[in-house]
Protein backbone atom coordinates (compact mmCIF):
# COMPACT_ATOMS: atom_id res chain seq x y z
CA UNK A 1 0.00 0.00 0.00
CA UNK A 2 2.81 2.49 0.78
CA UNK A 3 4.44 1.85 -2.52
CA UNK A 4 1.37 2.72 -3.87
CA UNK A 5 1.01 6.12 -1.89
CA UNK A 6 4.45 7.02 -3.14
CA UNK A 7 3.79 6.34 -6.80
CA UNK A 8 0.62 8.33 -7.03
CA UNK A 9 2.22 11.68 -5.22
CA UNK A 10 5.31 11.07 -7.40
CA UNK A 11 2.65 11.17 -10.26
CA UNK A 12 0.46 13.79 -9.54
CA UNK A 13 4.10 16.09 -8.60
CA UNK A 14 5.06 15.38 -11.94
CA UNK A 15 1.94 16.53 -13.22
CA UNK A 16 1.35 19.27 -11.31
CA UNK A 17 4.83 20.29 -12.21
CA UNK A 18 4.78 19.75 -16.00
CA UNK A 19 6.02 16.57 -15.95
CA UNK A 20 4.94 13.67 -17.57
CA UNK A 21 4.08 12.61 -21.19
CA UNK A 22 2.53 15.39 -22.19
CA UNK A 23 4.27 19.35 -22.66
CA UNK A 24 2.97 21.86 -20.10
CA UNK A 25 0.55 24.21 -21.98
CA UNK A 26 2.06 27.43 -22.76
CA UNK A 27 0.09 30.51 -22.71
CA UNK A 28 -0.57 32.40 -26.14
CA UNK A 29 1.93 34.79 -27.11
CA UNK A 30 0.72 38.15 -28.70
CA UNK A 31 2.83 39.67 -30.94
CA UNK A 32 1.23 42.93 -31.93
CA UNK A 33 2.95 45.99 -30.35
CA UNK A 34 0.43 48.02 -27.64
CA UNK A 35 -0.47 51.38 -29.40
CA UNK A 36 1.27 54.00 -27.52
CA UNK A 37 -1.09 56.09 -25.16
CA UNK A 38 -2.43 59.22 -27.53
CA UNK A 39 -1.27 62.41 -26.30
CA UNK A 40 -3.14 65.04 -24.91
CA UNK A 41 -4.60 67.39 -27.25
CA UNK A 42 -3.37 70.62 -25.64
CA UNK A 43 0.08 71.60 -23.77
CA UNK A 44 1.67 69.58 -20.82
CA UNK A 45 2.64 71.37 -17.52
CA UNK A 46 3.92 69.85 -14.05
CA UNK A 47 2.90 70.48 -10.71
CA UNK A 48 4.78 69.50 -8.34
CA UNK A 49 3.65 68.56 -4.49
CA UNK A 50 6.11 68.72 -2.11
CA UNK A 51 7.16 69.68 1.74
CA UNK A 52 9.73 71.83 2.01
CA UNK A 53 10.35 71.57 6.05
CA UNK A 54 8.22 74.29 6.74
CA UNK A 55 4.89 74.21 4.25
CA UNK A 56 3.20 71.23 2.18
CA UNK A 57 3.15 73.02 -0.96
CA UNK A 58 1.86 72.95 -4.37
CA UNK A 59 4.19 73.90 -6.69
CA UNK A 60 3.53 76.59 -8.70
CA UNK A 61 0.58 77.04 -6.34
CA UNK A 62 -1.59 78.78 -9.02
CA UNK A 63 -1.80 77.79 -12.78
CA UNK A 64 -2.62 79.30 -15.77
CA UNK A 65 -3.93 76.59 -18.79
CA UNK A 66 -5.75 76.20 -21.91
CA UNK A 67 -8.93 73.56 -22.29
CA UNK A 68 -7.61 70.46 -23.21
CA UNK A 69 -4.16 70.49 -21.68
CA UNK A 70 -3.08 67.97 -19.38
CA UNK A 71 -1.31 68.59 -15.80
CA UNK A 72 0.76 66.01 -13.95
CA UNK A 73 0.92 66.22 -10.29
CA UNK A 74 4.59 64.75 -8.92
CA UNK A 75 4.75 63.84 -5.33
CA UNK A 76 8.73 65.25 -4.98
CA UNK A 77 8.46 65.08 -0.68
CA UNK A 78 6.62 65.12 2.16
CA UNK A 79 4.03 61.75 0.86
CA UNK A 80 1.59 60.38 0.97
CA UNK A 81 -0.33 63.25 -1.45
CA UNK A 82 -3.56 63.63 -3.74
CA UNK A 83 -5.46 65.90 -5.65
CA UNK A 84 -8.73 66.79 -4.39
CA UNK A 85 -11.19 68.80 -6.49
CA UNK A 86 -13.63 71.33 -4.92
CA UNK A 87 -16.81 70.96 -7.08
CA UNK A 88 -18.59 74.04 -5.74
CA UNK A 89 -15.44 75.74 -7.29
CA UNK A 90 -15.86 74.23 -10.78
CA UNK A 91 -17.79 75.49 -13.60
CA UNK A 92 -20.73 73.05 -13.27
CA UNK A 93 -20.54 72.57 -16.87
CA UNK A 94 -16.60 71.24 -16.64
CA UNK A 95 -17.85 68.54 -13.59
CA UNK A 96 -18.68 65.61 -15.77
CA UNK A 97 -15.47 66.50 -18.17
CA UNK A 98 -13.02 66.06 -15.26
CA UNK A 99 -14.71 63.01 -13.46
CA UNK A 100 -14.30 60.68 -17.02
CA UNK A 101 -10.80 62.04 -17.06
CA UNK A 102 -10.15 60.90 -13.72
CA UNK A 103 -11.76 58.18 -14.08
CA UNK A 104 -10.18 56.93 -17.08
CA UNK A 105 -7.23 57.11 -15.31
CA UNK A 106 -8.76 54.13 -12.92
CA UNK A 107 -9.52 55.50 -10.22
CA UNK A 108 -12.36 55.16 -7.82
CA UNK A 109 -13.91 58.35 -6.92
CA UNK A 110 -17.20 59.48 -4.65
CA UNK A 111 -16.03 63.10 -5.72
CA UNK A 112 -13.21 64.90 -8.11
CA UNK A 113 -10.51 63.29 -5.94
CA UNK A 114 -7.31 61.31 -6.97
CA UNK A 115 -5.42 58.65 -5.53
CA UNK A 116 -2.89 58.82 -2.95
CA UNK A 117 0.59 58.93 -4.41
CA UNK A 118 4.03 58.51 -2.83
CA UNK A 119 7.37 60.57 -3.08
CA UNK A 120 8.34 59.89 -6.65
CA UNK A 121 5.17 58.93 -8.29
CA UNK A 122 3.17 61.16 -10.59
CA UNK A 123 -0.99 61.68 -11.55
CA UNK A 124 -2.39 63.06 -14.64
CA UNK A 125 -5.39 65.18 -15.07
CA UNK A 126 -6.43 65.90 -18.28
CA UNK A 127 -8.50 69.19 -18.90
CA UNK A 128 -10.12 67.49 -21.72
CA UNK A 129 -13.84 69.78 -22.22
CA UNK A 130 -13.19 71.58 -19.44
CA UNK A 131 -14.56 75.18 -19.69
CA UNK A 132 -13.02 78.28 -18.73
CA UNK A 133 -12.61 78.97 -15.46
CA UNK A 134 -11.20 78.62 -11.88
CA UNK A 135 -10.72 75.16 -10.46
CA UNK A 136 -9.35 74.85 -7.01
CA UNK A 137 -7.73 72.26 -5.25
CA UNK A 138 -6.27 70.78 -2.52
CA UNK A 139 -3.90 67.97 -0.79
CA UNK A 140 -6.62 66.11 1.25
CA UNK A 141 -3.91 64.66 4.17
CA UNK A 142 -2.17 68.39 4.01
CA UNK A 143 -5.17 70.60 3.62
CA UNK A 144 -5.26 71.57 7.08
CA UNK A 145 -2.11 72.59 6.33
CA UNK A 146 -2.99 75.24 3.55
CA UNK A 147 -1.73 73.05 1.11
CA UNK A 148 -4.02 74.35 -1.85
CA UNK A 149 -4.09 75.52 -5.52
CA UNK A 150 -5.97 76.86 -8.08
CA UNK A 151 -5.84 75.99 -12.08
CA UNK A 152 -7.34 78.71 -14.00
CA UNK A 153 -8.26 77.62 -17.56
CA UNK A 154 -9.17 79.84 -20.00
Same mark, same amino acid.
Given at each position: MYKHLMAAAATMTLVACGG???PAAQPATDTTA *?????APAGGGHTVTMEFDG???KFVPHDLTINSGDQVIFKSVSG???????? *?????PAAIPAMVAAMTAAGDKLDSLSGPLKMDGEDYAVTFAGAVA????????PHQAMGMNMVITVK
Open positions: GDK *AAPAATNYSPHNVQFF *ADSIPGTYKLTCT
